[in-house]
């Protein structure tokens, strides 16, 4: 329990957001199930079944995608907040791996009445989206219905988790919600087997008890004294506001969404952690600073690029393969601006550092320091993130380069026994965000993790 | 200067939030003018052109809807953050009330590179949703298009302030954008005649620096040790997630706005101010547990039911009739259940009671202090808070009667100088809410407010 909250400052925080601070795929899934040992109710309020933690417990591994990480230790309620699109089939699917098994999910998963749900219908919309959009102007989505889900809710046409305890409103909802959509995207739609296969989720949900009222609940359950830990889905630079648009997802990933999608006042937020490779990735296109792949690793830069092989390697150790989708992630160096500028709108208590094992080789580092427009020569101010595409696209970064400590980092958990050069990395992101980089991941595992002492 | 945060212990607050805890038209545009002269920065961070105050500002009346208040007081920098939607040909027309009187916008009026465009198609498909709804199905929304405007942003089809920068890339996107809705609501648009307006807009804009990058500035300014202040638009109930959906907003009216639509972190927020109406109102269909207004008064109470005349006397007494749409507002008894569930939301730090003199005339007073299930006879907890529709039309409420004061409140500023009944009303909300009452409507003007003495 080396790298559980108790060594920390953080020791007594009632409620921990745990963020990804980049464009997602920090590893934010470790420490959460890491942290979810030492709390008591494991929350979601973001998002839907795009998240994607694989979680090992008892030496089963399980893929998530929509459920709460917390759902593999006995002890810890989860709940799937108002803010989250929930589609049933994938959610019932998750819990089948479950089945078998040691872990028992029966009255400890509860879906809030608010939250909205995500039907096939939506994935269609997807592809009638995309397919609108023409050739080369994908948004490169995940196709999971996200984002007409959001859109259906904004435009309230949305149909709640609440709704289906009353079948026949729920039913009248159904019909008239997808005849509204296919007068805006015309597809086909077997209404009525959807219907029973509906009928059969309701009756599982509300048998279960699994509806609740999730405001009153996570409020009662922090007035009782509970711990309670919330897994942001996707990162900063994905937020619907805060991405670089339009290359986003659709819902809050900022800290913000702890209140609007699960119903806990700011006050109660006592510790907000960004989760921060100690490089960077991003998938899909988009504009991408301090990029080091080339066009043939996904990424944007000329064939051959100078980096590019060390992006190559950083993509080849990192493992820097989307899980579901086996595409490439682009890499590139730790980008400070975008991490002050993620770092203002979260107000982070705490980094954690992931996979500082991944730069064991490299024999000098280079960091990202500052923007340059590359128009008018000028250095923008800390915090300061061009909102539109192109804008970015005219950055130059500014480096420090700093040398690297080519010894093995792997499974380290001692601050103490990390190479100096690692210690100076760590201290320099430190004194370039002002705030602590408390846990650093030296591996995959759930030991390989140091907890920097605090001053 | 009586009334403002001066005499409070918010004094100090740097960044203090006004919300609405009802159903809308709490009085929330007072507050945030008589603060506003003790602020430097003056925000909004949700919706659109449909919030609606009305700001007296030497002897002249000025309609703002999209503005922020604060622009009538010379000393202030406001701010459109990009939790915003902005119709532009809207802010130039309010902003046109502004010519030839002594008050000067020009460099006090910045709006988020970040904020959403809406455009007139917007307000064609509210038109167009309605239609398709059928009679009898409408939601009531004020067709300015906020839905649609939000679904886009969703959808991620929208366009953003940023965008006018670069008006050929803006152009680009927006042929591409109206295209993408005319295949999903079959409209007509002129195209290039809206293009020239906003050529001219950008133009403006653009000339003015009137586009910043908000989360940057904002922040900034509060590093600056600047105080600033967040008018919420519309209120708690009609919160996209927590109000009464779908007779709700397509945004954020909650606190979490702050951060989702400004970029203002949870902890920088000190101070969240709650507006509650001495009694309620609702505005266009929808359950209302505590209503008094029969169906002739735009109810959905039975003609002539018990207590319609009382209802009929706040809605009289108080003006209860929209300021636009010239539609009478349904009002009924304070509904404790209802600001519990919106205080868990919001953690109040104090409330605003507006409108304390409405009721000076009645002989005895209802509180709505619990919420009972007419089916099950259950006592909700508090908090809880039905999530469907149908759900919150079958509550019974449970009433206390407390004797009313029958005397002119009108215009008092001293807590000692109020009846003692009245004194009693406001301390019996207190202790049912467990939030101080600081601030005592006794009339419209702005000098007609009681600052409750802090025990
Ligand atoms: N080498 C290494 N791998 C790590 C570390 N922390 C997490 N990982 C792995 O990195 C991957 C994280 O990616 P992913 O699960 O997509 O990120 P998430 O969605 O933010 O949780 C997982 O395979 C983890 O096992 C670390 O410190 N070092
Ligand atoms: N009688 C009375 N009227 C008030 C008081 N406070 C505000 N008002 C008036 O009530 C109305 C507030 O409604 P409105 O502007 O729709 O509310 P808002 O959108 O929440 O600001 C305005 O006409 C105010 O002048 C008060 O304490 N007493």
Same mark, same amino acid.
């Given at each position: 329990?080396?790298?559980?909250?108790?060594?920390?400052?953080?020791?007594?925080?009632?409620?921990?957001?745990?963020?990804?601070?980049?464009?997602?795929?920090?590893?934010?899934?470790?420490?959460?199930?890491?942290?979810?040992?030492?709390?008591?109710?494991?929350?979601?309020?973001?998002?839907?079944?795009?998240?994607?933690?694989?979680?090992?417990?008892?030496?089963?591994?399980?893929?998530?995608?929509?459920?709460?990480?917390?759902?593999?230790?006995?002890?810890?309620?989860?709940?799937?907040?108002?803010?989250?699109?929930?589609?049933?089939?994938?959610?019932?699917?998750?819990?089948?791996?479950?089945?078998?098994?040691?872990?028992?999910?029966?009255?400890?998963?509860?879906?809030?009445?608010?939250?909205?749900?995500?039907?096939?219908?939506?994935?269609?919309?997807?592809?009638?989206?995309?397919?609108?959009?023409?050739?080369?102007?994908?948004?490169?989505?995940?196709?999971?219905?996200?984002?007409?889900?959001?859109?259906?809710?904004?435009?309230?046409?949305?149909?709640?988790?609440?709704?289906?305890?009353?079948?026949?409103?729920?039913?009248?909802?159904?019909?008239?919600?997808?005849?509204?959509?296919?007068?805006?995207?015309?597809?086909?739609?077997?209404?009525?087997?959807?219907?029973?296969?509906?009928?059969?989720?309701?009756?599982?949900?509300?048998?279960?008890?699994?509806?609740?009222?999730?405001?009153?609940?996570?409020?009662?359950?922090?007035?009782?004294?509970?711990?309670?830990?919330?897994?942001?889905?996707?990162?900063?630079?994905?937020?619907?506001? =805060?991405? #670089?648009?339009?290359?986003?997802?659709?819902? /809050? !990933?900022?800290?913000?969404? +702890?209140?609007? *999608?699960?119903?806990? %006042?700011?006050?109660?937020?006592?510790?907000?952690?960004?989760?921060?490779?100690? =490089?960077? #990735?991003?998938?899909?296109?988009?504009?991408? /600073? !301090?990029?080091?792949?080339? +066009?043939?690793? *996904?990424?944007?830069? %000329?064939?051959?690029?100078?980096?590019?092989?060390?992006?190559?390697?950083?993509?080849?150790?990192?493992?820097?393969?989307?899980?579901?989708?086996?595409?490439?992630?682009?890499?590139?160096?730790?980008?400070?601006?975008?991490?002050?500028?993620?770092?203002?709108?979260?107000?982070?208590?705490?980094?954690?550092?992931?996979?500082?094992?991944?730069?064991?080789?490299?024999?000098?580092?280079?960091?990202?320091?500052?923007?340059?427009?590359?128009?008018?020569?000028?250095?923008?101010?800390?915090?300061?993130?061009?909102?539109?595409?192109?804008?970015?696209?005219?950055?130059?970064?500014?480096?420090?380069?700093?040398?690297?400590?080519?010894?093995?980092?792997?499974?380290?958990?001692?601050?103490?026994?990390?190479?100096?050069?690692?210690?100076?990395?760590?201290?320099?992101?430190?004194?370039?965000?002002?705030?602590?980089?408390?846990?650093?991941?030296?591996?995959?595992?759930?030991?390989?993790?140091?907890?920097?002492?605090?001053?």
């Amino acid at each position: 329990r080396l790298a559980s909250t108790a060594a920390t400052p953080f020791a007594s925080s009632r409620v921990t957001a745990v963020l990804g601070a980049q464009w997602g795929d920090e590893g934010k899934g470790k420490l959460a199930d890491v942290l979810a040992e030492d709390y008591d109710v494991v929350g979601r309020f973001n998002g839907g079944a795009n998240a994607g933690h694989t979680v090992i417990a008892d030496g089963v591994k399980y893929a998530f995608h929509l459920l709460p990480c917390g759902l593999v230790y006995p002890h810890t309620l989860n709940i799937l907040g108002n803010g989250t699109v929930i589609h049933l089939p994938s959610m019932f699917d998750e819990l089948a791996q479950l089945d078998g098994t040691s872990v028992s999910w029966e009255g400890r998963l509860k879906l809030s009445n608010r939250a909205h749900l995500l039907f096939d219908y939506h994935q269609i919309i997807d592809g009638v989206l995309e397919e609108r959009r023409g050739a080369g102007k994908s948004l490169g989505t995940t196709k999971k219905g996200i984002g007409p889900a959001y859109a259906s809710k904004a435009l309230r046409l949305g149909i709640r988790v609440g709704d289906l305890v009353d079948f026949d409103d729920f039913a009248a909802k159904f019909r008239s919600a997808v005849d509204s959509h296919q007068k805006m995207y015309g597809f086909d739609y077997g209404i009525d087997d959807e219907l029973e296969r509906y009928r059969a989720f309701a009756d599982i949900l509300t048998n279960g008890d699994m509806i609740v009222d999730s405001v009153a609940y996570v409020n009662q359950a922090y007035n009782d004294g509970k711990r309670i830990i919330l897994e942001g889905a996707n990162a900063a630079l994905l937020d619907l506001d =805060y991405g #670089t648009y339009p290359f986003v997802t659709s819902s /809050p !990933t900022t800290v913000g969404g +702890v209140c609007t *999608g699960l119903g806990l %006042a700011p006050g109660k937020i006592e510790c907000t952690v960004g989760v921060v490779k100690a =490089y960077t #990735t991003r998938v899909g296109w988009g504009p991408f /600073p !301090t990029e080091l792949t080339d +066009v043939n690793a *996904g990424g944007e830069r %000329a064939e051959g690029a100078p980096g590019a092989d060390i992006g190559a390697h950083l993509q080849s150790v990192g493992g820097e393969i989307g899980v579901t989708t086996g595409r490439k992630r682009r890499c590139g160096w730790l980008d400070i601006p975008l991490l002050q500028y993620s770092n203002m709108v979260n107000g982070y208590s705490a980094v954690n550092v992931t996979k500082l094992d991944v730069l064991d080789d490299l024999e000098t580092i280079k960091i990202g320091v500052a923007y340059r427009d590359s128009t008018t020569g000028e250095t923008l101010a800390p915090g300061h993130m061009p909102s539109t595409i192109a804008e970015l696209a005219r950055v130059e970064v500014v480096y420090e380069e700093v040398p690297g400590w080519q010894s093995s980092t792997q499974g380290i958990t001692e601050w103490a026994e990390l190479p100096p050069n690692a210690q100076a990395y760590i201290q320099r992101m430190e004194d370039l965000l002002e705030v602590p980089m408390t846990w650093i991941g030296t591996g995959p595992g759930r030991d390989e993790m140091v907890i920097k002492p605090h001053a």
